[in-house]
């Protein structure tokens, strides 16, 4: 059974700082970088990763300001996130090695390649945008605009129909029957997952997506010499039609047009087998954050933890809730079903003891023997975490919204009225702010079952 681990890796930078990078890993073969295309993180390569994990180490980062990684400073362009693409191989260990990558990912390690092409063996790509003046133009003015958290949660109903419609038209806001695109749906839980990776990524979108979008074409010259590339693109991928626009290519460079996405990961498996390949190794990770597999009777998963392993304190969040980010005085947990850790397989237990079980396991891992459980609300546990299951039409991050925002004004937060007001500070209500509620409470899926066990105790 192939399993997919989760880390962070620290890059250094010019200044003395950090850039924090998250990735995935499978496999025990050769290593093989996987970056995903915009507004993504390496999560999407998830079923991919489970099939080439025979094969190859997969390591799938999130590119800087999507998923859990940390942004690029300033306005980048598409060299800085070339860059910044090598410093995290660096900073992993990475040797040359061959690398994967699908639209916006592709451009990146073309750049990449470019700018350094001893550090790797060779590229498979999905799709390489070539875009003309007028399409450059319309993006540029429509494709990407701003996004930032409103304070009644209207930004919510612009995202979901954004991530709706853009199976339906490209680009997603031309909406025209010569725009359509075949493989239009409304497939609930793809839609749901996109807004919740650009929910993760909120105004960074712009930055990573904009530079993929204002790149040049940058193959390098017919007369290059560079490892092979390979190049394919299937029926109903926009940019298929881009192969014609290719040009000329250097020597071992080829394009080819598919009919599918398997045939298309086909093609890249086969290609990717042929580089030479680099020796197997353990790539490089954080000390203080990280995902640790624990496995109990009715849990077996990563929990994700961050902090002081070394300080002797675990804390436990609120239900509904999730790890309390930069704390240097304890080691802090995201719960089953909640924040960035695996849930429960099946029905979350609403027993203690199941739950005190996969803690006592992560103070074991860590040798903690201060847990510190959280104070938490009283009230009905239907009301306190209704259903927010995704459904076709996004009432359910509305929803969320409105509880996390009246959380702030009355306790319990369904139970409006002067008996049930409490003092509220304005600088937590402000988008930004709730913001951050509202993703963890998106999260949690098994806040209800949490909250009934801890009061069970």
């Given at each position: 059974m192939i399993r997919i681990t989760r880390h962070y890796v620290d890059v250094p930078q010019g200044d003395g700082s950090r850039r924090r990078v998250h990735y995935r890993q499978a496999g025990s073969g050769p290593p093989l970088l996987m970056i995903h295309q915009s507004p993504r993180n390496g999560g999407e390569y998830a079923p991919l990763i489970e099939r080439w994990a025979e094969h190859f180490?997969?390591?799938?980062?999130?590119?800087?300001?999507?998923?859990?990684?940390?942004?690029?400073?300033?306005?980048?362009?598409?060299?800085?996130?070339?860059?910044?693409?090598?410093?995290?191989?660096?900073?992993?260990?990475?040797?040359?090695?061959?690398?994967?990558?699908?639209?916006?990912?592709?451009?990146?390690?073309?750049?990449a390649l470019k700018r350094h092409p001893a550090r790797f063996t060779g590229l498979a790509i999905g799709g390489y945008a070539i875009w003309t003046r007028q399409e450059m133009a319309l993006f540029g003015e429509r494709y990407l605009p701003p996004f930032e958290p409103s304070s009644y949660g209207e930004?919510?109903?612009?995202?979901?129909?954004?991530?709706?419609?853009?199976?339906?038209?490209?680009?997603?806001?031309?909406?025209?029957?010569?725009?359509?695109?075949?493989?239009?749906?409304a497939d609930v839980a793809r839609i749901d997952m996109a807004v919740r990776e650009?929910?993760?990524?909120?105004?960074?979108?712009?930055?990573?997506?904009?530079?993929?979008?204002?790149?040049?074409?940058?193959?390098?010259?017919?007369?290059?010499?560079?490892?092979?590339?390979?190049?394919?693109?299937?029926?109903?991928?926009?940019?298929?039609?881009?192969?014609?626009?290719?040009?000329?290519?250097?020597?071992?460079?080829?394009?080819?047009?598919?009919?599918?996405?398997?045939?298309?990961?086909?093609?890249?498996?086969?290609?990717?087998?042929?580089l030479p390949q680099a020796h197997t190794l353990v790539p490089d990770q954080s000390h203080d954050a990280g995902f640790v597999r624990i496995e109990t009777p009715e849990f077996s998963g990563l929990i994700h933890w961050q902090g002081d392993p070394g300080a002797g304190v675990l804390?436990?969040?609120?239900?509904?809730?999730?790890?309390?980010?930069?704390?240097?005085?304890?080691?802090?947990?995201?719960?089953?079903?909640?924040?960035?850790?695996?849930?429960?397989?099946?029905?979350?237990?609403?027993?203690?003891?199941?739950?005190?079980?996969?803690?006592?396991?992560?103070?074991?891992?860590?040798?903690?023997?201060?847990?510190?459980?959280?104070?938490?609300?009283?009230?009905?546990?239907e009301l306190l975490f209704p259903d927010l299951s995704p459904d076709r039409y996004g009432t359910h991050l509305i929803r969320a919204w409105q509880i996390v925002r009246a959380r702030h004004f009355f306790s319990p937060q369904y139970a409006v009225g002067a008996a049930n007001?409490?003092?509220?500070?304005?600088?937590?209500?402000?988008?930004?702010?709730?913001?951050?509620?509202?993703?963890?409470?998106?999260?949690?899926r098994a806040a209800r079952a949490y909250y009934q066990a801890i009061n069970n105790r």
């Open positions: 180490t997969c390591i799938a980062p999130d590119t800087p300001g999507f998923g859990q990684s940390d942004p690029l400073p300033g306005a980048p362009e598409i060299d800085d996130f070339a860059d910044a693409l090598v410093a995290t191989m660096d900073a992993l260990g990475l040797p040359p090695c061959p690398a994967y990558g699908f639209h916006s990912g592709g451009i990146i390690l073309v750049t930004h919510l109903v612009w995202l979901w129909n954004r991530m709706l419609e853009q199976s339906w038209f490209f680009p997603w806001f031309d909406v025209r029957d010569a725009a359509r695109l075949p493989g239009a749906h650009m929910l993760d990524s909120g105004a960074a979108y712009r930055a990573g997506y904009g530079a993929v979008l204002r790149a040049p074409r940058d193959i390098p010259p017919a007369d290059a010499v560079t490892p092979p590339v390979l190049i394919s693109a299937y029926d109903g991928d926009p940019l298929q039609a881009h192969i014609d626009r290719l040009g000329a290519m250097p020597q071992g460079w080829r394009a080819e047009k598919c009919a599918t996405p398997a045939d298309h990961q086909a093609l890249s498996l086969a290609f990717l087998k042929d804390i436990v969040h609120a239900p509904g809730g999730e790890l309390e980010r930069g704390r240097a005085d304890a080691l802090a947990i995201d719960l089953p079903g909640h924040g960035l850790s695996d849930g429960w397989p099946g029905e979350a237990p609403t027993d203690w003891p199941a739950w005190q079980r996969v803690i006592d396991a992560v103070a074991a891992q860590f040798g903690l023997t201060d847990i510190r459980l959280p104070d938490v609300p009283q009230g009905d546990a007001a409490i003092a509220f500070d304005p600088g937590a209500i402000r988008p930004e702010c709730l913001a951050g509620e509202h993703r963890a409470l998106l999260r949690a």
